[in-house]
């Protein structure tokens, strides 16, 4: 049975920090591409980045330069490194393995940012 599960969301301060993670199980996770979504309040869900099976990064202009994309084959897992948080980012975010016709999303862990 394949799961995909975030974990990491919670309560934080503007400017500051959180790590989600987004572990897989029944899948060989190597070769699935993995990519970050989050939906903000009265909002459609968004892409912000993800990263290819070989480590390629891409994201979108607005976390650039805050978040990073990371993943660990061994452990099957994904990570996103959150830095100076801002009221914007709250939202439920989302992961989502992909391979071929495969496709994976998990339930969401809410971030919400507030002072």
């Avoid at 989502?96 to 998990?106: K, N, Q, V």
């Amino acid at each position: 049975q394949v799961q995909v599960v975030e974990s990491g969301g919670g309560l934080v301060q503007p400017g500051g920090s959180l790590r989600l993670s987004c572990a897989a199980s029944g899948i060989n996770f190597s070769i699935y591409g993995m990519t970050w979504y989050r939906q903000a309040p009265g909002k459609q869900r968004e892409w912000i980045c993800d990263i290819t099976n070989n480590g390629r990064k891409n994201y979108i202009d607005s976390i650039k330069d805050r978040f990073t994309i990371s993943r660990d084959n061994a452990k099957k897992t994904m990570y996103l490194q959150m830095n100076n948080i801002q009221f914007e980012d709250t939202a439920v975010y989302y992961c989502r393995a992909r391979f071929a016709e495969e496709d994976y999303w998990g339930q969401g862990t809410q971030v919400t940012v507030s002072s």
